[in-house]
């Protein structure tokens, strides 16, 4: 993967990120968003803003989004536990289709 798309990719995750919040790659192609103190629906929100941004790149191959969100303490209550239920609801979004997984390169795991 080029390292100007990586860095897109970056920078979009710090713009939709506050102060508090820590963005980091996870993997070769995963990323994780750590929002604390913000409720699942405000991390649902930032997800769909970073899955819509990075959908628009106009490089190729086409990219899609997919994005799992887990919260504390219903989701997990160590870093791990959330980063798991993270995972099993990005896997469970892109079974149903809603991040156009065709050519799915980026992964967005937000934890809360």
Same mark, same amino acid.
């Given at each position: 993967?080029? %390292?100007?798309?990586?860095?897109?990719?970056?920078?979009?995750?710090?713009?939709?990120?506050r =102060?508090?919040?820590?963005? =980091? @790659?996870? !993997? !070769?192609d995963?990323? %994780?968003? $750590?929002?604390?103190?913000?409720?699942?629906e405000?991390?649902? @929100? $930032?997800? !769909?803003?970073?899955?819509?941004?990075?959908? &628009?790149? #106009?490089?190729?191959?086409?990219?899609? $989004?997919? %994005?799992?969100?887990? =919260?504390?303490?219903?989701?997990?209550?160590? =870093?791990?536990?959330?980063? +798991?239920?993270?995972?099993?609801?990005?896997? @469970? &979004?892109?079974?149903?289709? #809603? +991040? #156009?997984?065709?050519?799915?390169?980026? @992964?967005? %795991?937000?934890?809360?």
């Amino acid at each position: 993967m080029a %390292a100007a798309r990586w860095f897109a990719w970056e920078k979009t995750l710090k713009h939709h990120s506050r =102060a508090i919040d820590t963005p =980091a @790659r996870y !993997g !070769g192609d995963e990323f %994780a968003l $750590v929002l604390p103190e913000a409720p699942k629906e405000i991390a649902s @929100r $930032v997800a !769909g803003r970073i899955r819509e941004r990075l959908s &628009m790149e #106009n490089e190729e191959p086409a990219l899609s $989004v997919s %994005a799992g969100i887990a =919260a504390y303490p219903e989701d997990g209550d160590s =870093a791990e536990k959330l980063l +798991g239920a993270a995972d099993r609801a990005l896997y @469970r &979004m892109k079974r149903r289709g #809603n +991040g #156009n997984p065709i050519n799915s390169i980026t @992964r967005i %795991a937000a934890c809360l």
